[in-house]
């Protein structure tokens, strides 16, 4: 069986980054911190992603590079006897059940950039953004059509592999997204009073920090890069012995840090300088947005680059989760890869159908009273994701040879001794006590 690897380290770290730098990090962080303390937030944010998020993330990338093999094997390979593969099968499910959602929102999104090339999203006829949004999302063909588009995009990169199918995309889609988001930021900033975005979005506010505040940094590092459902597991995988895993992480983080501080950079001045308020939360992409750029002059245009952002970011994510499914299946077995993405991917289109429809024919349908979309939510970012995690870091810190961790954390890197040695004592103990605490916070809070 010859199995498929990265072509180059920068194409590993940049697909890495696109899996972490997806709709949570674009619109969520930024918000999160406009909320909760502005600057000191982001501060805060970013000691925790560098220190707790980044010792599970290294915790991941040693797991894979050290088996290279997928969700399920790696665990079962390192620990035959047990039930530690069940790791692998949460993370399966729970990439299952979050892309099943996140395609939905992808749709939404590959609506929006088709309509922008007329006009009317900007400036719809009778000027109600949010009753536009109503009316699309409540449209069961068009959404369902965007839906199933959404899919095929993620399904044709999957299809051709790591090298000529995730990779090229990535080394393509994401310097445009950084380019397009350079481009929305210089034009937002350049707006009369746009100061004052700048300041909700940076500006230290001691008075809104509390305990409630380090849980949201907390949550946010770990899920703005990907953690918990093995999706890392499954990248590192086919990356070569000589790639340096500290750098490579170092890199991803900070890739993701930059892009949340350039999101809120273009999103909140353009909101603020037309006496908007940032106060929709995630719909604020489908509503306040659209009114902010239908202001400006080329509106239109600046509008078409960001919805056109949106959607490299929503699939640079969705390549990671459908990836992390189909590379246990195949098992190295290159020649199923194209059949297996393509009924893997139908399949989570399927299953999304009731989360694309909970916004019009099942709209009065409820589980556990949430509409179907919010019930598939909650279960995987309030419970399997946290649960991924925890499972993860007890894994690779008790399972795992000290020996075999040190070896492949330092193999190929300057790093030595010391950096080992704090390392493992995150891996062992604050971070799943960190997970313990956001997980609790999550179901109880």
Same mark, same amino acid.
């Given at each position: ?23 949570g ?9 406009g ?6 937030f982001?501060?805060?944010f970013?000691?925790l ?5 980044t010792?599970l993330?290294?915790a ?6 050290s ?21 692998g099968?949460?993370?399966m499910?729970a ?12 749709g939404w999104?590959t ?14 006829p009778?000027?109600?953004h949010?009753a ?12 369902g059509i ?13 299809q051709?592999?790591?090298k000529k199918g ?5 080394v393509?889609?994401?310097?445009a ?7 929305l930021?210089?034009r ?14 940076l500006?230290?506010?001691?008075s809104?920090v ?6 949201? %940094?907390l +949550?946010?590092? *770990? !899920?703005? =890069? ?7 597991v #499954?990248?590192? @995988? ?12 170092w ?6 840090v930059l892009i949340a501080i350039m999101a809120?950079l273009a999103?909140f001045p ?16 489908f509503?306040?947005i659209?009114a902010v750029?239908?202001q400006l %002059?080329? +509106?239109e245009? *600046? !509008?078409? =680059?960001?919805?056109?952002?949106m959607l490299?970011? #929503?699939?640079? @994510? ?17 020649h ?41 939510d909650?279960l995987v970012?309030?419970?399997?994701l946290p649960?991924?995690a ?46 313990i605490?956001v997980?609790?916070y999550?179901?109880f809070?």
């Amino acid at each position: 069986m010859q199995r498929d690897s990265w072509g180059s380290r920068i194409g590993f770290v940049l697909a890495a980054a696109g899996s972490a730098i997806g709709l949570g990090t674009v619109w969520r962080l930024p918000y999160v911190a406009g909320e909760q303390g502005g600057g000191l937030f982001f501060f805060i944010f970013i000691i925790l992603l560098m220190t707790v998020g980044t010792s599970l993330l290294l915790a991941e990338f040693v797991l894979g590079r050290s088996t290279k093999e997928g969700a399920i094997e790696a665990y079962r390979k390192i620990a035959p006897k047990g039930q530690w593969h069940l790791i692998g099968i949460i993370g399966m499910v729970a990439s299952f059940l979050l892309l099943s959602f996140y395609s939905v929102v992808g749709g939404w999104i590959t609506t929006y950039f088709v309509r922008s090339f007329s006009g009317n999203v900007t400036n719809p006829p009778d000027g109600d953004h949010f009753a536009l949004f109503t009316q699309i999302t409540s449209n069961p063909w068009e959404i369902g059509i965007a839906h199933l588009a959404f899919m095929v995009m993620t399904i044709l990169v999957v299809q051709m592999g790591i090298k000529k199918g995730i990779e090229k995309a990535s080394v393509y889609m994401m310097p445009a997204l950084f380019v397009i988001f350079l481009i929305l930021m210089i034009r937002s900033l350049t707006l009369d009073g746009a100061s004052e975005g700048v300041l909700y979005f940076l500006q230290p506010d001691f008075s809104a920090v509390t305990g409630e505040t380090f849980l949201f %940094a907390l +949550g946010q590092a *770990f !899920f703005s =890069l990907s953690l918990g459902v093995s999706v890392m597991v #499954t990248y590192s @995988s086919y990356l070569d012995r000589n790639t340096s895993l500290p750098s490579s992480a170092w890199s991803v983080v900070l890739l993701s840090v930059l892009i949340a501080i350039m999101a809120g950079l273009a999103i909140f001045p353009a909101i603020y300088a037309f006496d908007m308020q940032p106060d929709q939360g995630p719909m604020l992409i489908f509503t306040v947005i659209p009114a902010v750029f239908g202001q400006l %002059a080329f +509106g239109e245009v *600046f !509008f078409f =680059l960001f919805m056109l952002l949106m959607l490299f970011a #929503t699939l640079t @994510s969705a390549f990671s989760l459908l990836e992390i499914i189909v590379t246990p299946l195949i098992r190295g077995r290159e020649h199923l890869r194209k059949r297996m993405t393509w009924i893997v991917g139908l399949l989570i289109f399927a299953m999304g159908i009731p989360s694309n429809l909970s916004y019009s024919l099942l709209s009065e349908t409820y589980f556990f009273g949430m509409i179907f979309f919010d019930a598939v939510d909650y279960l995987v970012s309030n419970i399997l994701l946290p649960l991924g995690a925890l499972l993860i870091s007890l894994f690779v810190a008790y399972k795992m040879k000290k020996r075999d961790l040190k070896d492949e954390l330092l193999r190929g890197s300057n790093f030595r001794q010391g950096f080992y040695s704090i390392w493992l004592l995150m891996i062992r103990f604050i971070t799943p006590l960190c997970i313990i605490v956001v997980f609790f916070y999550l179901i109880f809070g």
